[in-house]
T-cell receptor, first 112, second 114 residues
Framework: DAKTTQPNSMESNEEEPVHLPCNHS???????IHWYRQLPSQGPEYVIH???SNVNNRMASLAIAEDRKSSTLILHRATLRDAAVYYC?????????????FGGGTRLMVKP | NAGVTQTPKFRVLKTGQSMTLLCAQD?????MYWYRQDPGMGLRLIHY???????AKGEVPDGYNVSRLKKQNFLLGLESAAPSQTSVYFC?????????????FGPGTRLTVT
């Protein structure tokens, strides 16, 4: 499976934008880039995903490099509730089981 | 619409005891998954199912068995619990529709084996 590399932790100030990086240099042409986050004492929740183009939704934006070897999750205005572990995951389209492989993620701390 | 529910929320077992964790989803999803998460780590896939009556091994299947007799339920069994199985267990379900894909997770079951 293609792997991702993320910083172990990042800090942000409340109400400021946050850019969470992810490197995936061995990504293949059919791998989707997914982001999930896990709030304290909860199960992970979906944030956003994309293939080649940048994506926006109500939670975040996903910026994908032109060569697709890296991506950045952008939280436009961090709140205290955004403090969580953020996982960058590659998913092979149509793999049996549609499995996701979680790495260690980035722990985001938000300071008031 | 309850989403994904897990029973029980907490459990303490003695070494050698058995138990079954129940996962239920009301979203008519085909795929279901069982993960475990050890302290400070990411989730690891134990077993998964691509539809009613099917199961398959994930990354860490040893010591666990699963069954999917009904589409909405996915059971995880521990036949003889060991301290190494102390963990938080998460169930998830998912759908795929064109480019859309999302896994929905339950709240987790915290299991301690003494």
């Amino acid at each position: 499976d293609a792997k991702t590399t993320q910083p172990n932790s990042m800090e942000s100030n409340e109400e400021e934008p946050v850019h969470l990086p992810c490197n995936h240099s061995t990504i293949s042409g059919t791998d989707y880039i997914h982001w999930y986050r896990q709030l304290p004492s909860q199960g992970p929740e979906y944030v956003i995903h994309g293939l080649t183009s940048n994506v926006n939704n109500r939670m975040a934006s996903l910026a994908i490099a032109e060569d697709r070897k890296s991506s950045t999750l952008i939280l436009h205005r961090a709140t205290l509730r955004d403090a969580a572990v953020y996982y960058c995951i590659l998913r092979v389209a149509n793999n049996a089981g549609n499995m996701l492989t979680f790495g260690g993620g980035t722990r985001l701390m938000v300071k008031p | 619409n309850a989403g994904v529910t897990q029973t029980p929320k907490f459990r303490v077992l003695k070494t050698g005891q058995s138990m079954t964790l129940l996962c239920a989803q009301d979203m008519n999803h085909e795929y279901m998954y069982w993960y475990r998460q050890d302290p400070g780590m990411g989730l690891r896939l134990i077993h998964y199912s691509v539809g009613e009556g099917t199961t398959a091994k994930g990354e860490v299947p040893d010591g666990y068995n699963v069954s999917r007799l009904k589409k909405q339920n996915f059971l995880l069994g521990l036949e003889s619990a060991a301290p190494s199985q102390t963990s938080v267990y998460f169930c998830a379900s998912s759908y795929e529709w064109g480019d859309r894909y999302e896994q929905y997770f339950g709240p987790g079951t915290r299991l301690t084996v003494t």
